[in-house]
């Protein structure tokens, strides 16, 4: 049975983002997965705070706080699934404290120290048009891909035009999650 984390980020519990992270939970319950939903917006805690003792003495962040359960968790899942709007180039902070945190998954010398054969899913919601910041999803490959986990990307653009029923994006979700689950 696959193990799926999904963090939402966005404090429009109703939006775009979350509905894309709810069809992708439908799809991995009826496949039997087991499915944690974290709401990282009421998630307490910091992100990294550059001090280099998960380098140094620890063979982890030696933070400890609610982002810490989430690392824990990420550690335990098969797939990680983040579903987030795009505001101002990026992800919102509540979901970067999370992958800021991701350097003390690696050794000092950039080696991954969780699991190999972890997926990453990546939904994202922008009101900007398809052409704007595509590089985001590349920035989240990269980094995902030194601790050896495969990236997919769903993206939800023009939202603001581009209804998200009426899009096509839920189909993509569930087709992904139908794959990945």
């Known amino acids: 049975m696959k193990k799926v984390l999904i963090l939402t980020a966005s404090p429009h519990g109703m939006g775009n983002s979350c509905a894309m992270a709810a069809e992708f939970q439908r799809v ?16 307490e805690g910091d992100g990294c705070h550059g001090c280099e003792a998960c380098h140094r003495s620890f063979e982890r962040c030696i933070q400890e706080d609610e982002v810490t359960d989430v690392l824990r968790d990420f550690e335990d899942a098969d797939i990680l699934v ?19 945190r991701w350097h003390g998954l690696m050794t000092a ?30 920035r989240y490959r990269e980094m995902l891909g030194w601790m050896d986990v495969e990236l997919f990307v769903v993206r939800h653009c023009n939202a603001h035009a581009n209804a ?13 999650a139908e794959k990945l689950c």
């Open 28 to 43: 991995a319950w009826a496949k039997k997965a087991e499915v944690k939903l974290i709401d990282m917006v009421r998630v």
């Open 109 to 138: 010398d950039f080696k991954p120290r969780i699991k190999p054969g972890k997926k990453a899913v990546l939904l994202l919601s922008q009101g900007a048009v398809e052409e704007d910041f595509k590089d985001l999803p590349e």
């Open 82 to 100: 983040m579903a987030s709007p795009v505001w101002w180039l990026d992800l919102p902070v509540y979901i970067r404290r999370f992958v800021e």
């Open 164 to 176: 998200l029923p009426a899009s096509g994006v839920l189909d993509e979700v569930r087709e992904l």
